[in-house]
């Protein structure tokens, strides 16, 4: 499945053990002069060439409107990594492998001087041909760019000499179902699905890859990970941050289309799914899909009951004061974009009849963090009902995702002293206690994947679509409401009514730590 070429970087211990040198390739990004490419894929990239494992026959060509020389593109991206802590002279040596050319994207000449570049630099660099080209611009311009790209017969592979051309893109993909299918037609003309990279970046954090090593690498959980055991699941992405500078896209996309399509639906199926016969990338991407199909869709006529969205008002963080969104630069006046979504999903299976999965999302939440809480059935008689007052807390197992990754396991324990004292305690794992080093960053891990050929990161045709069948209805059911999303404050868990999906249930969202209490 993979085109690895060494296995020369092993070091026990090491985290990238298996990790080895990446066959030679060119990499040609369109927005290089994007805010995703300063901020993400360079350092990416760059800490992939530290560790050795770009081989030499590799080089960057960014690609962009803005009229730039090689030199002055490589300005660009030496002031974007200059928070790097890393050796300067290592860094001037990636930079030389960087080079830029401009244009318009619809114009047919940039494409010939694409081509005409590429091929100076594959005679420079041994890449036998081989090329990813990376999207990275407004996702209306991915149809004309792979168009031209086809064109100029810079998407053609040789199976037998061993050069592929890859095309990884960005998210959004599409705006609703229609979009991503007329996208999927478009983008078909002139490729296949083995060149396709759907890139979701949650899936490239070490953390959400863990769910499967977790689920399917340990005999203990796999067999109570189901509906005779499982209360119900928690899934949270909550942020700190407003829409910053990113009001342009987010008036266009809401929290639904932003976090809720992609992210949280990959979560969910991470976590639901049933085991792959392997880890081969359409193994497991078909066991997602499964479960994705198997999601009930949101009753239209009592939409409330499952899915809620807010819109963060003025608040406070640390007692300063933060703007709402419709105050934010770049909004409508009265916008009715939602910042917070929180969804009560039902899977329709064996294995989930009956278990609700609770998922909230939200920008200028008290507190970032996002983890997976599996909350387990109380115990089914407590012996010691006589002793003690209230009910045994069930058992909580947290997939924590981010900032402090890890896993965490509350259990109940005797206190010593009284004979009948109990008291909630946690055993936990947190992966900086055993990989000082760090995690790698996610954009890392795909941009590896991809290289090698590996699309089990990314995602498919099919999970797009369903996903967006699902949410589709919902979007549109809220664009016919004439009242906007409730707000809350910012710095507070969401809208109260947000809180009432489980509440109807009996059931509460996780207190997290560092919550703001006042709403
Ligand atoms: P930017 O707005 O920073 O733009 C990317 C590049 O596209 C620009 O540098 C610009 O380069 C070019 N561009 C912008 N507008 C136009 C236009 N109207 N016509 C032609 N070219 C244009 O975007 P980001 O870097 O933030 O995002 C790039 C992609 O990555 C998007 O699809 C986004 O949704 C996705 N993404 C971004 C994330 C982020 O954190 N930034 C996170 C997740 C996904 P030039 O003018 O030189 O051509
Ligand atoms: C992006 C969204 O995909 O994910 C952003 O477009 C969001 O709106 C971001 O802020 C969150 O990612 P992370 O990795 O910071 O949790």
């Not at 081989?130 to 311009?141: A, C, H, N, Q």
Request: proline share 5%.
């Amino acid at each position: 499945m993979t085109d690895l070429i060494s296995h020369a970087h092993v070091t026990r211990g090491d985290y990238f053990c298996v990790e080895s040198q990446l066959s030679p390739c060119g990499l040609v990004i369109f927005g290089a002069s994007g805010d995703l490419t300063q901020r993400k894929l360079i350092p990416a990239l760059l800490s992939i060439y530290q560790r050795g494992q770009l081989s030499e026959g590799f080089f960057i060509l960014g690609c962009g409107r803005s009229q730039l020389t090689d030199q002055a593109f490589r300005a660009t991206l030496a002031s974007a990594l200059k928070e790097e802590d890393k050796p300067r002279p290592m860094i001037d040596l990636f930079l030389k492998r960087c080079y830029y050319i401009s244009g318009s994207y619809d114009d047919l000449e940039l494409y010939k001087k694409l081509s005409h570049k590429l091929k100076e630099l594959e005679g420079k660099y041994p890449t036998h041909g081989r090329k990813v080209f990376y999207l990275s611009t407004p996702p209306s311009l991915f149809p004309v760019i792979v168009e031209r790209l086809g064109a100029e017969d810079m998407t053609s592979e040789d199976r037998e000499k061993d050069r592929w051309v890859r095309v990884i893109v960005e998210k959004p993909f599409g705006h609703d179902l229609k979009s991503a299918v007329d996208l999927d037609n478009q983008l078909y003309k002139v490729l296949n699905e083995n060149q396709l990279y759907r890139i979701d970046h949650y899936l490239g954090k070490e953390t959400v890859q863990n769910i499967l090593m977790f689920r399917f690498a340990n005999a203990v959980f796999e067999p109570i990970w189901n509906r005779r055991y499982v209360d119900h699941v928690q899934i949270t992405v909550a942020e700190t941050l407003g829409v910053e500078h990113r009001a342009g896209y987010f008036e266009q996309a809401g929290q639904l289309r932003d976090m809720f399509q992609n992210h949280m639906m990959q979560m969910l199926a991470l976590v639901a799914m049933e085991p792959p016969s392997s880890f081969d990338a359409d193994r497991v991407r078909d066991e997602k899909l499964k479960l994705l199909r198997s999601i009930r869709p949101f009753a239209l006529d009592d939409l409330e009951r499952y899915i809620v969205r807010g819109q963060y008002g003025p608040g406070y963080f640390n007692d300063i004061p933060v703007k709402g969104y419709l105050e934010e630069e770049g909004v409508a006046k009265g916008s009715k974009v939602e910042t917070y979504v929180g969804a009560k999903v039902l899977l329709d299976n064996w294995r989930w009849q009956g278990v609700p999965f609770y998922l909230r999302a939200g920008k200028r939440l008290p507190r970032r963090i996002s983890e997976i809480a599996i909350t387990f059935k109380s115990v089914p008689h407590s012996l010691f009902g006589n002793a003690l007052s209230e009910q045994l807390p069930a058992n909580v197992l947290v997939l924590n995702i981010q900032p402090e990754e890890g896993v965490s396991l509350t259990f109940q324990a005797k206190q010593p002293g009284p004979k009948v004292n109990m008291v909630p305690l946690t055993l936990d794992f947190h992966y900086r206690d055993v990989y000082s080093h760090g995690l790698p960053e996610a954009y890392e891990r795909l941009l590896m994947d991809c290289i090698a050929g590996d699309q089990t990161l990314f995602i498919r045709h099919d999970e797009v679509t369903v996903a967006w069948g699902l949410l589709t209805p919902v979007l549109e059911a809220w664009a016919t409401k004439k009242k906007g999303p409730y707000i809350y404050k910012s710095g507070t868990w969401g809208p109260l009514e947000a809180d009432q999906l489980l509440e109807r249930d009996k059931r509460k969202w996780r207190l997290l730590e560092g919550a703001i209490l006042p709403r």
